[in-house]
């Protein structure tokens, strides 16, 4: 069974850190491109950082380059997103995404909740 399980959400105070954390068992890791993706009620899902498999390149939304890093340990099966200098406007349902491109698949968490407030 593929899983995807994310961690390290919370109550933060405007300017502090967390992070997040997404245990994949069920499919080669190694293999899979990984991201987070985040959603606010009543606005669409959007991309907020990405990883190639070997964690050789990243991608940042533009709203958070510059706050937050993506990363992972392919010896663990796990993929991290550090987030500093955190902002109201990050409040959001987090979730973990794996793509093996050459196999078109594209597996999901269940998302975490993160929540930015004084």
Known sequence: QVQ????GGGLVQPGGSLRLSCAASGFPFSNYAM???RQAPGKERELVA???STGGSTNYADSVK???TISRD???NTVYLQMNS???EDTAVYYCNAVRRVLR???W???TQVTVSS
Do not use: C, M
């Open 109 to 111: 968490g269940q998302g």
């Open 105 to 107: 698949n594209d597996y």
């Open 50 to 52: 990405a990883i190639t």
């Open 35 to 37: 991201s987070w993706h």
């Open 74 to 76: 392919n010896a663990k």
């Open 86 to 88: 955190l902002k109201p």
């Open 66 to 68: 510059g706050r937050f």
């Open 4 to 7: 995807l399980v994310e961690s």
